[in-house]
């Protein structure tokens, strides 16, 4: 059977005996909001029902049990053991209320997530067509690019001009060059071997 008592301020408390246990819960609300936590202490068998009692350091809770007499206390929403009896002669005697259930979870158990399942491998990439616009064409691999009578390339692209490490075009002007040409045609530049 559990006990509860009104605090004010929007908190209840909530004290019940199981076993050697007594758990005590401290709920608070307000518009909208809700907040509960919780603590147990060993006791032992209640022998009587607990008592509350209002003092200027906050609220006693006097707990009769086979082992002897407990006081707890609360201040705001600390609680903890007293290791002293205290005076309650000039506190205040709170109502308390029984037969009541203490405050559970409101929500529903979640439920276990269900196992990841592995990633499937992932099919190689197919080649992407050229990219052509007017006459200009670029493909992505290996990276080649042409337009017009120009071209680059990066990567594993195999031509003769890179493999040799000569240019297919003039560094000065652009103009298409021949791997045997030591000048440039068009501008006279001369062409690195």
Not at 106 to 127: L, R
Not at 128 to 149: H, L, T, V
Not at 159 to 182: E, H, I, L
Request: aromatic fraction near 4%; glycine fraction near 10%; include cysteine.
């Amino acid at each position: 059977m559990a006990y509860t008592c009104e605090l004010g301020s929007g908190q209840r408390i909530y004290l019940e005996n199981v076993g050697e246990q007594t758990a005590i819960t401290l709920a608070a609300g307000s518009a909208g909001q809700q907040q509960q936590s919780g603590s147990q202490f060993t006791t032992g068998p209640w022998t009587a029902p607990p008592e509350l009692f209002r003092t200027q350091q906050g609220v006693v809770i006097k707990l009769t049990t086979a082992q002897g007499t407990h006081h707890l206390q609360l201040q705001g929403n600390q609680l903890g053991m007293m290791s002293q009896s205290p005076s309650l002669g000039n506190a205040q005697q709170m109502q308390m209320s029984s037969d009541v259930s203490m405050p559970g979870n409101s929500m529903p158990p979640m439920q276990p997530m269900q196992p990841m399942q592995p990633m499937q491998p992932m099919e190689p990439m197919q080649p992407m067509p050229p990219m052509k616009m007017g006459n200009m064409e670029m493909n992505a691999n290996p990276m080649q690019m042409r337009m017009g009578n120009m071209e680059m390339q990066m990567g594993n692209a195999a031509s003769s001009a890179s493999s040799t490490g000569k240019a297919k075009f003039c560094s000065q002007c652009g103009t298409p060059v021949q791997p045997s040409d030591r000048f440039c045609a068009n501008c006279g530049h001369q062409l690195q071997r």
